[in-house]
């Protein structure tokens, strides 16, 4: 099997200039694809439409940067540093078309999408104001059903198949054999893509992978690419390699909130940097990097 390394403006150079289906992985401040997301702005990708079970700063970027028309979601935030306020701001503008699940609803729409069925049924939704709201809106992705097993109301989830998803993960080797440590909420979004897309901490070797099958959250038949980007993640965590920069986080968490301030913001960090290492760089370089380093045992920073 050919090496599926790629470097990171040739991966993002593989999207479409306008109008992806694009799935991401991440949950709030936790292993966001943030070199990812900076340079599909840099490159100056539009009209996406974005997929996520639990939004964070990435997909707040994304948004900010008029980069987005639609986005299906269950909602998100900075954890405790506050809201999504580029998200929120275009949600109450009327900016952005907005489809909202729950994260069990979402989450078997991938997980549908990762076994290759059109559609997988629910009561999640039943009663609810996102059910309602989809409805008013309607949304492709639902049907009201009853099971010809049992008699009773089922919500028909159509599945999320996007030609298009990014996570980041500790480890993977050349072949697309993805490590992740730690909780593995992103997998069956990973596996649901027509192409995955993967950021890592590290590659490892094939024989490191070989000796430890275990360890192998996702093989390498789901994905297309494995990017070597050390702090892919940065500001957000990574367990086991480094925690959030609480600092950051506050600082972003306080710019979103004006979009004055948030065009500076991206001015600087995103579009003042080439590349990921120079946006390490703005944010303090080794010793601010150094400062998040995860403790061996805990998994994040002591």
């Known amino acids: 099997m050919k090496s599926k390394v790629m470097e990171l403006s040739q991966a993002v150079g593989e999207i479409p200039e306008s109008n992806a289906h694009l799935a991401l992985g991440g949950f709030a401040i936790a292993r966001n694809p943030i070199a990812f997301v900076n340079e599909i702005i840099r490159q100056g ?64 729409r991938f997980l549908a999408g990762s076994m290759g069925i059109p559609f997988i049924p629910t009561k999640s939704l039943l009663g609810t104001d996102m059910l309602r709201d989809l409805i008013r809106k309607n949304d492709d992705s639902i049907k009201i059903e009853t099971s010809p097993f049992d008699g009773e109301k089922y919500v028909y989830l159509k599945s999320l198949q996007p030609d298009f998803a990014v996570i980041h993960a500790q480890y993977a080797d050349e072949k697309g054999n993805v490590i992740i440590e730690g909780p593995l909420w992103d997998v069956e979004m990973a596996k649901s893509a027509k192409k995955l897309y993967v950021t890592v901490e590290k590659i490892v070797s094939t024989e490191f992978v070989k000796r430890n099958p275990e360890k192998v959250a996702i093989p390498s038949m789901y994905t297309h690419a494995v990017i070597e980007v050390p702090y892919g993640a940065f500001p957000t965590a990574v367990y086991k390699a480094y925690d959030y920069d609480k600092d950051f986080l506050a600082n972003y968490a306080k710019t979103n909130k004006n979009a004055g301030e948030y065009k500076k913001f991206l001015e600087e960090y995103v579009f003042g940097t080439r590349n990921h290492n120079e946006f390490l760089e703005k944010a303090g370089g080794l010793a601010r990097l150094n400062g998040i380093k995860a403790d061996p045992v805990f998994g994040y920073k002591a």
Do not use: C, H, P
Request: glycine share 12%; aromatic share 6%.
């Open 45 to 108: 990708k539009k009209e996406l439409n974005v997929y996520q079970t639990v939004a964070g700063m990435d997909t707040d970027l994304l948004v900010g940067a008029g980069a987005v028309k639609k986005l299906a979601y269950s909602g998100g935030s900075l954890d405790r540093f506050g809201r999504l306020e580029r998200i929120n701001e275009a949600i109450d503008q009327g900016r952005l078309d907005i489809r909202e699940y729950s994260g069990l609803s979402i989450s078997l």
